[in-house]
């Protein structure tokens, strides 16, 4: 067997060594994290039979803006009649709401609209049916919506983060809503389960498990909630990636005696050799286009950060600073990454440009933050953090700012942002 699975791999497979600090539509909505856009969220009615919807959609909603990244938000009185344009709230949005019983008992209607307050124009009107089960995934589809109509770039509410959970001896796949809500346990294995990836429809998850004493890669059917074996060689099979279009899965392999980066086809069928040498090599991660993978390897006498072709070649470095970076993550555009980099023993998260220049660290003096990984539309990152004492997930721009805490109980750790999903449940007004 691989020496002790070369201490449970990635971050834990290098031996550590101090570094240095890194330093250093309609209407068309912009925003950072230091220059948000006003939106006025009027409080939601209700005509009928609807119950405490029309409050409980709201908080949802709310929430759901104030995480964008992209709004703050302030409490409004709904309209009476239709919208006038008012010059003095030019580029603020005001968002509508209206609840209605639908076709049947248990059906009902939500009506959302965002509206240009400077104009009156109306830049999204649209229908969604729902019933008590649907009523987040309803508010989550429609701030996403709205996100989309007024950026051009669409929200995050409604996908998933993946991570590991460990209580005891125990380590577990768990699942949550983007916001904290519904954790969920996946995995019921009462062993090692570690590093999971999304499929990019969404349905599935691939992880490595010691379930059966070999670190093996399966894969999570969530569909049929079962999971199966997808490559069981001896030694290593950990790190999953999926690529972009989902053909493929890179991962680390020490099936010849060293931790390698390999391709693995979705069908389990055909495994490619992409690195060749006698150090470690893992933690692969495809760029958005599928033509390059980024890895970590040790090649240099430490972690360092590095990238090649899809077809292993032109293997280059990428970071340039600090002795230890390891677990890099492409950005959903390709432009960025980010990864963990430690210094005077402390890990802490760096975003720079794809080419490795403009490092950033943006977290510090807050325990060891890792696992780094960006949301589907690029505005958030989502790491690990032992700040509050065990690991926990948290959320923040990609600045550093907004910090939010998303588990609580148990370790936390490995998380991974899944991919939107696909489908849409509306119809426009």
Not at 325 to 334: E, L, R, V, Y
Not at 360 to 375: K, L, M, R, V
Not at 409 to 427: Q, S
Request: hydrophobic share 35%; aromatic share 10%; charged share 25%.
């Amino acid at each position: 067997m691989v020496t002790t699975v070369l201490a449970l791999f990635s971050s834990a497979i290098f031996q550590s060594r101090p570094i240095r600090a890194q330093t250093d539509v309609h209407l068309r909505t912009e925003a950072n994290a230091s220059m948000k856009s006003p939106l006025m969220l009027a409080r939601f009615r209700g005509q009928g039979p609807v119950g405490s919807f029309p409050s409980q959609g709201r908080v949802v909603a709310r929430k759901d803006f104030e995480l964008s990244g992209v709004f703050n938000v302030a409490d409004v009185e709904p309209l009476e009649g239709k919208p006038v344009p008012d010059p003095n709230l030019a580029g603020t949005v005001r968002v509508e709401g209206m609840f209605e019983p639908g076709e049947g008992a248990t059906f009902f209607k939500f009506r959302g609209q965002a509206i240009d307050a400077g104009t009156g124009e109306v830049a999204l009107d649209r229908t969604y049916p729902f019933t008590d089960a649907t009523l987040r995934e309803t508010m989550h589809r429609f701030v996403d919506d709205v996100l989309e109509s007024l950026t051009g770039e669409r929200g995050i509410a409604e996908t998933k983060i993946a991570y590991v959970r460990q209580d005891g001896r125990v380590k577990e796949i768990w699942m949550m809503d983007y916001d904290g809500e519904n954790q969920r346990q996946i995995t019921h294995d009462r062993s090692l389960a570690l590093s999971p990836s999304w499929a990019p429809w969404g349905s599935e998850l691939a992880f490595t498990t010691f379930k059966r004493g070999n670190p093996d890669l399966y894969l999570f059917d969530m569909t049929r909630g079962a999971s199966y074996p997808f490559s069981t060689r001896p030694g290593l099979n950990t790190a999953p990636n999926y690529s972009p279009d989902g053909k493929w899965i890179a991962c680390t392999l020490s099936r010849d005696g060293n931790a390698e980066i390999y391709l693995i086809s979705r069908d389990a069928q055909t495994a490619k050799r992409l690195t060749r040498n006698t150090v470690i090599d893992t933690s692969p991660s495809f760029s958005p286009t599928g033509r390059e993978v980024m890895f970590t390897s040790n090649r240099t006498g430490s972690p360092q950060v590095f990238v090649m072709d899809v077809d292993g070649l032109n293997q280059r470095l990428v970071t340039i600073e600090g002795s230890y970076n390891d677990s890099p993550q492409w950005s959903p555009k390709g432009d960025k990454i980010c990864y963990a980099a430690r210094h005077d023993g402390i890990f802490d998260v760096i975003v720079m440009d794809a080419n490795g220049s403009n490092p950033i660290q943006i977290t510090s003096n807050a325990g060891h933050n890792e696992n780094p990984h960006w949301s589907a539309d690029g505005r958030k990152i989502v790491f690990s953090s032992s700040r509050e004492g065990k690991r926990q997930i948290f959320m923040m721009n990609t600045d550093g700012s907004d910090v939010v805490r998303l588990t609580s109980g148990g370790d936390c750790f490995n998380p991974a942002w899944g991919p939107r999903p696909k489908g849409k449940l509306a119809v426009r007004g």
